[in-house]
């Protein structure tokens, strides 16, 4: 079975631009949720879809977004971005939704400049 | 608020030579425990899930454990392609979130 696939793997992006990554989970898999990833703050959570709906949300500010696609495909949005939005975006898929073991992608590796 | 805190921050072993690291957490409610292993430029990689106090998982050198405050992960007789990060996470009942520790930095030399 094929696993989590992100796109693009890496990003350099200008401060105030925007951004959209991707994320395929497994075949058969219909709950995505995605995570930010720095040094100093380590993993943290953004956000959870599940059936086109948004499940829960981590404490990240309005400018970041996703969506969830019917083929569970989802994507993730960040408006005018800032120097600290630079990091690794992970996206984990599981099979339900409400507890369950989360396989990652390898990330997106984004850079603000 | 959920915590989970990880130590030591960086271990140093010889291969061969066995040592554990470990996993404080707080929750409110636990459905899961989980470790992932992470290599450099890679997303974690499942390793175990525990759901109770006195379950113990194992895999090839790796036995994780847990009690009602903390898990521990056991390294037995390391090799060097067991070097990674490996990061501790907890998971509330009926949420999808998971909670990481900052983890443990494993580098084992021949």
């Known amino acids: 079975k094929a696993g989590v696939t992100q796109t693009p793997r890496y990003l350099i992006k200008t401060r105030g631009q925007q951004v959209t990554l991707s994320c395929s989970p497994i075949s058969g898999h219909r709950s995505v949720s995605w995570y930010q990833q720095t040094p100093g703050q380590g993993l943290q959570f953004l956000f959870e879809y599940f059936s086109e709906t948004q499940r829960n949300k981590g404490n990240f500010p309005g400018r970041f977004s996703g969506r969830q696609f019917s083929n569970s495909r989802s994507e993730m949005n960040v408006s005018t971005l800032e120097l600290g939005d630079s990091a690794l975006y992970l996206c984990a898929s599981s099979p339900r939704t409400g507890g369950n073991e989360q396989y990652f992608g390898p990330g997106t590796r984004l850079t603000v400049t | 608020e959920d915590q989970v805190t990880q130590s030591p921050e960086a271990l140093r072993l010889q291969e061969g030579e066995s040592s554990s690291l470990n996993c404080s957490y707080t929750?409110?409610?636990?459905?899961?425990l989980f470790w992932y292993r992470q290599d450099p430029g890679k997303g974690p990689e499942f390793l175990f899930t525990?759901?109770?106090a006195g379950e113990e998982k194992e895999k090839e050198r790796l036995k994780a454990t847990l009690t009602k405050k903390e898990s521990f992960l056991h390294i037995t007789a390391p090799k060097p392609e067991d070097s990674a990060t490996y990061l501790c996470?907890?998971?509330?009942?009926?949420?999808?979130?998971?909670?990481f520790g900052t983890g443990t930095r494993l580098l084992v030399s021949p």
């Open positions: 525990l759901y109770s």
């Open positions: 996470a907890v998971q509330a009942t009926g949420f999808q979130k998971l909670v």
């Open positions: 929750v409110s409610g636990l459905r899961g």
